[in-house]
């Protein structure tokens, strides 16, 4: 089966980059999503096509792709980005497959 | 704006069934192939199906097919699930969400993300 690997947590200081990787197969992650869930609310679509961000979502909030990991950076980190974060990669055959989500600790 | 707002979870036994709702606004919602996500108590996300636009292709997650059923009324801009046979380790919140697909004139069709969410309900299997 398909498998998206991420750390269950990362801890960073406000004001501070962080950076939350999620790793899989080469061709799956070169196009992964990405979702923010704060506590209690719905999943919300913060990075989509690896790289590209909705309207709405802050600038702050980054994609990038290298080889077979994907990872979503967040700059000047606030106290509101506290939240879990979780990739997602589509393929015909896999459908649909979610990592296991990060929790973000803003300390 | 889109709003999906999910209904129809609650408390059932093991082996029973229910039937979730999700009406769908703000959207084209015939133009759109649908999904559930479900989320287990302190897990993570996991899909359980999804609908092409017309109804007329349907996929399901391993741990789900044969149980579950997904459908659409796009006369009502309405999302079902039909869950029989259902388990301990199908308690979770179950989301509706809206798929999206964009079109690269390089690449052809790109893997599809999901750009709205509902509020999702909650199903508990439990005697």
């Known amino acids: 089966s398909y498998e998206l690997t991420q750390p269950p947590s990362v801890s960073v200081s406000p004001g501070q980059t962080a950076s939350v990787t999620c790793s899989g197969d080469t061709l799956g992650v070169k196009y992964t999503s990405w979702y923010q869930q704060r506590p209690g609310q719905s999943p919300v679509l913060v990075i989509y096509?690896?790289?590209k961000r909705p309207s709405g979502i802050p600038e702050r909030f980054s994609g990038s792709i290298s080889g077979s990991t994907a990872t979503l950076t967040i700059s000047e980190t606030q106290g509101v980005d506290e939240a879990d974060y979780y990739c997602q990669a589509w393929d015909s055959t896999i459908n649909w497959v979610f990592g296991g989500g990060t929790k973000l600790t803003v300390l | 704006e889109v709003h999906l707002v999910e209904s129809g979870g609650g408390l059932v036994q093991p082996g029973g069934s229910l039937r979730l709702s999700c009406a769908a606004s703000g959207f084209t919602f015939s133009s759109s192939p649908m999904s559930w996500v479900r989320q287990a108590p302190g897990r993570g996300l996991e899909w359980v199906s999804a609908?092409?636009?017309?109804?007329?292709?349907?996929y399901y997650a391993d741990s789900v097919k044969g149980r579950f059923t997904i459908s659409r009324e796009n006369s009502k801009n309405t999302l079902y699930l039909q869950m029989n046979g259902l388990r301990a380790d199908d308690t979770a919140v179950y989301y509706c969400?809206?798929?999206?697909?964009?079109?690269?004139?390089?690449?052809?069709?790109?893997?599809?993300?999901?750009?709205?969410w509902g509020q999702g309900t909650l199903v508990t299997v439990s005697s």
């Open positions: 969400a809206k798929e999206r697909r964009d079109y690269d004139i390089l690449t052809g069709w790109l893997p599809p993300y999901f750009d709205d």
């Open positions: 609908i092409s636009e017309s109804g007329d292709s349907t």
């Open positions: 096509e690896g790289t």
